[in-house]
């Protein structure tokens, strides 16, 4: 939300918000399988100590010098170390207590991402008001910083997968040959585009409808509140419903979600939309991480969660280019339209796996 702000306030067109968005992604998209064996390979202490220090930098960097051209940079670095701080902890939550906790586990971890999602918009929206762009990024800069130093004084070691000796080095398309894991990458990948386009279509809907960068804030954050609230109660859900039969529920509420959102202009209703939309793509993350888990060769959880990384990454790099052209050239309502019919074909996709 931060980058696409300043982009805009630095003159950047809509569809050079796309690509920068797309250069969150572009690193990910090459390193995450290799990314992934290094996690199994070293376990993930050093990895997460690395990707923090780097992150904070990225983001603190347009600081220094607020220019269009620094953004790029900042978007490749943040892009890149978020991929290795989010392949770490997951392989860290799958590898936390037994089998039949581990949707729960990853409920707890995507909590996390929800409480961050909520309070990042709202003190970037703010402080992009009260302080400018340059100082929003400054202060944004201080959570990675925050977790960098919880890490480094930790004690306690994390947990990790059991190493498992595969002999010659396997060929990460082996992955591709196990048909579970075949449809997670798939369902994992739409569900991906729907969030990450969000985060892309948000801010500059927000700016053509001339809202306030705090207000636009406000909005994404009751996605983000959302998402909190359906992870709070996934212990119930594992306990009651199948993960395919979830995944499916959660994937025809966002794309109903996106398949209203050209036809909302006022702030409640798109609060109300955007809660909506959090519903949905909030409950599946947890499961989607968990079904990769399980049907993952042991010892390789990590290259799976980095393989699942790259061909969600590829997406993200394209699609925000295409987004951003098309919605520059015929307007946002048949991205969002499209988007929609990606997420309801996607649902009807995951409700074929349910047995």
Known sequence: MTTSLFALRLGASEFTVGLLMALFAILPMMLSVSAGRFIDRVGPRRPLLV??????????????????????????????????????????????????????????????????????????GFAIDHFGHARAMLSLAVFPAIALVLVWTGRRPLPRPHRVDHGPRSSVLDLLHIRELRHTFAVSALLAVGWDLYSFLTPIYGARLGLAASTIGIIMSTFALATFAVRLVIPHIVKHLRQWMVISFAMAVAGT????????????????????????????????????????????????????????????????????????????APVYWALAAFLLVGSWFARQRIK
């Open 257 to 332: 979600a996106y398949l209203m959102f050209p036809y909302v202009s006022s702030v409640p209703l798109l609060m109300a939309l955007s809660f909506l939309l959090g519903l949905g793509l909030g409950c599946s993350q947890p499961f989607i991480m968990s079904l990769l888990y399980e049907a993952s060769p042991p010892g390789r959880q990590g290259e799976a969660v980095g393989l699942r990384t790259s061909l969600v990454n590829g997406s993200q790099t394209l699609i925000p280019l295409v987004s951003g052209a098309f919605s520059a050239a015929v307007g946002m």
């Open 51 to 124: 990707a923090f220090a780097v992150l904070a930098g990225g983001v603190g960097l347009p600081f220094a010098f607020a220019r269009l051209e620094t953004l790029y940079f900042s978007c490749v670095l943040i892009g890149t170390s978020f991929m290795f701080m989010h392949i770490t902890m997951n392989s860290v939550f799958g590898a936390h207590g037994l089998p039949e906790q581990r949707a729960v586990n990853f409920s707890w971890l995507a909590l996390g991402f929800s409480i961050s999602n909520s309070v990042g918009p709202l003190v970037a």
